[in-house]
């Protein structure tokens, strides 16, 4: 049975309550009857049941009504919010080094690319509706009461986000919220969270950004995110590949060199260990085999980590060796988890001897 524990949350929707669910802590939020239409919370629902996605919070049962309230269960993130990190330094938990921003931001886009992809527009992306777990720095985006599918023009939610964070053709115009609004606003949070300044909402634009982050890894990327026509502005799927990139050099920087750890391959090219669990899964046997095996596919992916594998999340490690100012050797480790699963284990490697 669930029981209240404190208030974490308060907003012009209800309130969100840490409470226990079905064994396990869990983000309640109560919203009074009146507030909410049923063909809204029944939208509410459908966004939430088409998303699956470590980066986006996820609906933990039904939705039921108690004591003229709807409650909504919700996965509970064992962190801060993005506003605390990046605006109240001394309250944050998370140090901002340049490989635990890399993880944040990737997440975060990589959270906003799945949304996208099912044609569900966010509309209301802000700093606090974003969260980071302490432990993973995983980033997994929040609040989706206004989120609304939108399938060839079709709007089925009212535009009711944050103006801090509305694109210029939102605030100027007054157009309807999509795709490309919620790009605008991911760029402004990836640009604020690399200044840690909150930038005036009117003031952004490519030639801001360029003066805010000059030759920070994520400038060219921010800069197509927050391109005033949004007929001229990226996608997040257009931008992904850049944005990992970015994070994958914040990674290397930073990164010890461990010769010992690296392998060089046989080849003059790169070479990529394609999901190790295929080797390690066997073909028969009982319990304790697939046990043993189990067992073998988490000391191998956990080998080399510099913290233990999440029960989910994603951590990535990056190693390289330099020889006459030039990369000689380099290693990537990459692994995600979910509900205590390894559900990817790569491992790439490059040698350019």
């Avoid at 029981?3 to 079905?22: D, M, Q, R």
């Avoid at 634009?205 to 800069?223: E, N, R």
């Avoid at 026509?229 to 970015?246: C, D, K, Q, T, W």
Wanted: aromatic share 6%; charged share 25%.
């Amino acid at each position: 049975m669930a029981y209240s524990t404190s208030t974490i949350a308060e907003g012009c929707f209800g309130k969100v309550y840490k409470e226990k669910y079905n064994d396990t802590w869990a983000a309640i939020k109560r919203v009074p009857q009146h507030l909410i239409s049923r063909k809204d919370l029944e939208r509410e629902c459908d966004v939430y049941n088409k998303l699956t996605h470590p980066n986006i919070v996820k609906l933990l049962g039904n939705i039921n009504l108690k004591d003229g309230k709807w409650v909504i269960p919700l996965e509970f993130i064992f962190g801060e919010d993005l506003e605390t990190t990046i605006f109240k330094a001394s309250k944050s938990k998370i140090q901002l080094t340049p490989s635990n921003r890399g993880t944040i931001i990737i997440g975060m886009c990589e959270g906003l690319q799945h949304l996208h992809s099912k044609d569900i527009v966010h509309q209301d992306l802000k700093p606090e509706n974003i969260m980071v777990e302490h432990d993973t720095h995983r980033a997994v985006i929040i609040d989706l009461g206004l989120a609304k599918f939108f399938r060839r023009g079709l709007n089925s939610a009212v535009d009711m986000g944050n103006e801090a964070y509305s694109a210029p053709e939102v605030l100027q115009r007054g157009s309807q919220r999509d795709q490309r609004s919620d790009v605008w606003a991911m760029g402004k949070i990836i640009a604020e969270l690399c200044a840690r300044i909150r930038l005036y909402t009117p003031s952004v634009c490519p030639a801001k950004i360029k003066d805010t982050l000059h030759d920070q890894p994520y400038c060219h990327s921010v800069c197509r995110m927050v391109e005033p026509n949004p007929s001229l502005r990226a996608s997040v799927g257009g931008v992904i590949s850049e944005i990992r990139r970015a994070g994958a050099a914040g990674n290397v920087t930073n990164a010890p060199t461990q010769k010992d750890h690296l392998k060089p391959p046989s080849a003059n090219r790169r070479t990529e260990d394609k999901d190790k669990s295929q080797a390690l899964v066997p073909t028969g046997g009982g319990d304790v085999t697939q046990g043993l095996m189990k067992m073998r596919l988490y000391q191998e992916a956990a080998k080399d980590l510099p913290c233990n594998l999440p029960t989910t999340g994603r951590v990535v490690v990056q190693r390289f060796e330099k020889k006459n100012g030039e990369v000689e050797t380099w290693e990537q480790k990459e692994v995600v988890t979910r509900d205590g699963k390894i559900v990817k284990f790569d491992n790439v490697k490059f040698n350019s001897k």
